[in-house]
Every structure is written in structure tokens, then in C-alpha cells.
């Protein structure tokens, strides 16, 4: 599956944005999504995931509250609202797929198999 993230931009702190990540090839609703994300200078890190369906969704500690995630198996989007953002939230977002059939491995970041090309999100204070 091919992944293409969108939706970056600079955004005032307190702001929103909606990042969108297109997937072509492969059946989309047969994978578990994720959204990671990478500052300057840091690791990869966990933001979100959502079920196959999108009736399960799990956040990372930081953006629990603020970002939700989403998905439209029928147009192979994947979402992530973003609401309140703080300067800390300035990273690259990637969206991400995986074949595991374990959900509880979602926020795990070697379970996903392929990735899109990153959107950069800053947030001004």
C-alpha cells in the first residue's frame, strides 16, 4: 500500500489543523493505521492508531484530549484532527500501515510495514 500524507502547515499555538493521509494500492480497511511523529533532534514516537473498522482507536499520552483519528475505508483516508496544538506538537507527522492482525500492537512502532512521506506540522507560540 502506498501512503501520501497531507495537511501540514504552520499554525499559531492553540490552533487547529487536519493532516489526511491517501493510501492507494492494497485493500485499505485490511490494515491498521497509525500516525507517528519525529521532532528535530528526537525519536519517532507514537500519536495515534485506529482499528480496521475505526470503532477502536488508541493516543499517545501527550495528544490524548486534543488529536482525534479517523478513517474512510470507502475513500482509503486515513485523519487526524489536531485542536489545541502547542509548539511541543512541532514535529514531522507520518501516517503509517500495518498487516498485523494484533491490535494490541498498534502503538508499537515496528509493527507498521510501510510508510507515507511525512507532513510537517509547526506550531508557533
Known amino acids: 500500500v502506498q501512503l501520501q500524507a497531507s495537511g501540514g502547515g504552520l499554525v499559531q499555538a492553540g490552533g487547529s489543523l487536519r493532516l489526511s493521509c491517501a493510501a492507494s494500492?492494497?485493500?485499505?480497511?485490511?490494515?491498521?493505521m497509525g500516525w507517528f511523529r519525529q521532532a528535530p533532534g528526537k525519536e519517532r514516537e507514537f500519536v495515534a492508531a485506529?482499528?480496521?473498522?475505526?470503532?477502536?482507536?488508541y493516543y499517545g499520552d501527550s495528544v490524548k484530549g486534543r488529536f482525534t483519528v479517523s478513517r474512510d475505508n470507502a475513500k482509503n483516508t486515513l485523519l487526524l484532527q489536531m485542536n489545541s496544538l502547542k509548539p511541543e506538537d512541532t514535529a514531522v507527522y507520518f501516517c503509517?500501515?500495518?498487516?498485523?492482525?494484533?491490535?494490541?500492537?498498534?502503538?508499537?512502532?515496528?509493527?507498521?510495514?510501510?510508510w507515507g512521506q511525512g507532513t510537517l506540522v509547526t506550531v508557533s507560540s
Open positions: 494500492g492494497r485493500t485499505f480497511s485490511r490494515y491498521i
Open positions: 503509517a500501515a500495518s498487516g498485523d492482525a494484533n491490535w494490541a500492537s498498534s502503538r508499537i512502532i515496528t509493527t507498521y510495514d510501510y
Open positions: 485506529v482499528n480496521w473498522s475505526g470503532g477502536s482507536t
